[in-house]
């Protein structure tokens, strides 16, 4: 709204005096002037009127600023009549009227300017005296502040007293109070470890019959582990050969593929097992139950391999003489150790006798497959007593001597006890057509004894 007057304002004291200098240059030329010196009053009086409506609205300017707005005016319309004066003189012209009327301008401006400045000063003397007033209203609160001040300030220090002797009570309490938690925390505590110490007596003569117990355990799991025998590893993978299972034709015969496609039959070494597939003799006992268990032994696995000994790859009947892994387990020694076979089948080739010959011991203390018959083992030779022993022939009246030659062919008979005499003059065995040829001593009737 200010902004608004102050421009209305300034287009009035634009617009006065412009139609002033109009009016003045028309009168100097002789011309009408009535008209436009009163169109020049309405403007001064309208924009005396704006200025004052200015110092109304805007809290910007004061009462003295508007009459200086105004004498500023007046002296412009002033310094005007002056200049046209000045001009009608140099021109030879009669300036009395210019000069009069410019005087008489001058004059009532200068009475205005002063008439105005001596009230605004009246106006503020109220003011001052109000002003004071207000001080001295002041000044005789202050003094009642100050006391009301002292007052509350002495009060103040009381409570401030009272508040210290409850601070040292009420810390003289906590005091008192932290010296009975602290003794009855030690109460306490006394009792808790009393407990404690009580509760590990307890638990170190649990924990003594228990190590006592696991003791005795670990004694007794040591002495089962002395009596039976130590499965020694297989060979390493780098002598082992990869094959897959074919048949299995008894339980020391096997059928199996090579990587190559080649089926190979193959002759466990260092074992032997009851007959089954013989064409001229029953089973034997325990026979069916060695072949079932190396089929299952084989089934299970995962890979088989074979693994060669120093000496013969192969017998006289092209049989591969090897030992036989299901994995990492070798079946020879499971089938000594469940007793459903025994060490035979000995020649050069004997890299694991000691270890075969631990296993057949741990099935023969306990009486297991085969050593559960009293004499069916044929433990001074090989083979099994599956057959009553054959009659002396009464020809000889004494056994023949290891300096016997052998005569075949010709009707005679070489006589030895076992496979271990006759070894000893015929160290590779003897064939069908021997003159010492025993059929008891072809254990797996292959027509060769004591091979």
């Known amino acids: 709204m200010g902004t608004f007057v102050g421009l209305l304002m300034f287009l009035g004291v634009v617009a006065t005096i412009t139609l002033f200098v109009l009016g003045l240059i028309r009168e100097n030329r002789g011309q009408a002037y009535y008209s436009t010196w009163k169109a020049a009053l309405y403007s001064f009086v309208a924009t005396c009127l704006l200025v004052v409506l200015l110092g109304i609205v805007s809290s910007e300017y004061s009462l003295a600023d508007m009459v200086g707005i105004l004498w500023f005016f007046v002296s412009i319309v002033m310094f005007v009549f002056i200049a046209l004066a000045l001009r009608s003189k140099s021109k030879n012209q009669n300036p009395r009227r210019h000069f009069r009327r410019a005087g008489i301008a001058f004059v009532t401006g200068l009475a205005l300017f002063f008439v105005t400045v001596a009230v605004t000063d009246e106006v503020e003397e109220p003011v001052d005296q109000t002003a004071s007033a207000d001080e001295d209203t002041e000044e005789v609160t202050e003094e009642a502040t100050e006391e009301e001040t002292a007052e509350e300030s002495k009060e103040d220090a009381e409570e401030e007293e009272e508040a210290e002797t409850e601070k040292e009570e009420s810390i003289e309490a906590e005091k008192e109070a932290s010296i009975e938690a602290a003794e009855r925390e030690k109460e306490e505590s006394i009792e808790a470890e009393k407990e404690a110490s009580i509760e590990a007596k307890e638990e170190s003569i649990e924990k003594a019959e228990a ?13 089962e582990a002395e009596e039976e025998p130590v499965e020694e590893p297989v060979a390493s993978k780098e002598g082992l050969i990869p094959v897959s299972l074919y048949r299995v034709v008894d339980g020391d015969t096997v059928n199996v593929i090579d990587d190559s496609g080649e089926e190979l039959k193959l002759r466990l070494l260092l074992i032997d097992t009851p007959e089954t597939v013989h064409p001229n ?4 006992p325990y026979g069916k139950e060695a072949s079932a268990r190396l089929t299952e032994l084989l089934n299970a696995a995962d890979q088989l391999y074979i693994e060669y000994d120093s000496g013969d790859k192969t017998d006289h009947y092209d049989r591969h003489l090897v030992y036989l892994y299901a994995d990492d387990v070798s079946v020879h020694e499971v089938l000594l150790k469940e007793g459903l076979a025994r060490v035979g089948y000995i020649y050069e080739q004997q890299r694991y006798l000691s270890e075969f010959r631990a296993a057949e011991q741990y099935a023969k203390d306990r009486q297991l497959g085969i050593w559960s018959i009293p004499g069916y083992v044929n433990e001074g030779g090989e083979g099994f007593n599956s057959e009553e022993p054959e009659a002396e022939p009464e020809t000889t009246s004494e056994p023949a001597t290891n300096e016997t030659s052998p005569s075949e062919g010709n009707g005679e008979t070489e006589y030895f006890q076992n496979c271990t005499e006759l070894k000893k003059v015929y160290p590779d065995g003897v064939s069908s057509d021997h003159a010492a040829y025993q059929p008891k001593m072809d ?5 060769w004894a004591c091979e």
């Not at 190590?211 to 040591?222: G, L, N």
């Not at 003799?281 to 034997?284: A, F, H, S």
């Not at 254990?443 to 027509?447: G, T």
């Open 281 to 284: 003799k029953p089973v034997e």
């Open 443 to 447: 254990r797996d009737k292959d027509n």
């Open 211 to 223: 190590e006592k117990e696991k003791s005795i355990e670990e004694a007794e799991a040591k002495a």
